[in-house]
């Protein structure tokens, strides 16, 4: 599985960006796809995770309700749109996948095998 990762940038607070994860290499029925994000100095922590098959989709609590986490199965593609953003949400932002257990909704980092390359994003005041 390749993951690759895009639309980082540089935004204001309060503005908004979309992430995309194109994903490649076999088929993802069976996966969910999640989000990370790590900070300098912090350690990677979970954003928001979507299930490929069923749309079932799970955040942080710390995004709820900005972040929205979908999918286009006919591109093989995973999106991040992040709304009302602030300072705390710059980091680095990584898409994960891996073949889970039905009903599983993994947030720990080590519970991902694929990852993309990270794309930045950085908020400004």
């Known amino acids: 599985v390749q993951l690759q990762a895009s639309g980082g940038g540089l935004v204001q607070a309060g503005g908004s960006l979309r992430l995309s994860c194109a994903a490649s290499?076999?088929?993802?029925?069976?996966?969910?796809m999640g989000w990370f994000r790590q900070a300098p100095g912090k350690e990677r922590e979970f954003v928001a995770g979507i299930k490929w098959t069923c749309d079932y989709t799970y955040y942080a609590d710390s995004v709820k309700g900005r972040f929205t986490i979908s999918r286009d199965s006919a591109k093989n593609t995973v999106y991040l749109q992040m709304n009302s953003l602030k300072l705390e949400d710059t980091a680095v932002y990584y898409c994960?996948?891996?073949?889970?257990?039905?009903?599983?909704?993994?947030?720990?980092?080590?519970?991902?095998?694929?990852w993309g390359q990270g794309t930045q994003v950085t908020v400004s005041s």
């Open positions: 290499g076999r088929t993802f029925s069976s996966y969910i």
């Open positions: 994960a996948s891996n073949i889970v257990p039905r009903g599983a909704t993994p947030r720990l980092h080590y519970e991902y095998d694929y």
